[in-house]
């Protein structure tokens, strides 16, 4: 069995969601902010849906799409 992370079923503080929207905001990737704030991948996730943050990267153009 895989090691919990360090807040494993504590309860989200207004530090936290902060620091999680701050780290969206830089296109953090989702293990990367788990790691950083102690918290599961799937626990990230649910808490940026919860907020209404968007974990999808800002400076990537959809669909490959380049200019040519």
Sequence with gaps: MSKQP??????WTKNDVNKLSGLAKQ????RVVGIKLGRTEDAIRSKASDEGISLKPTNQSPYNRRKK
């Design 6 to 11: 360090s807040n494993h079923g504590k309860q």
């Design 27 to 30: 296109n953090t990737p989702t």
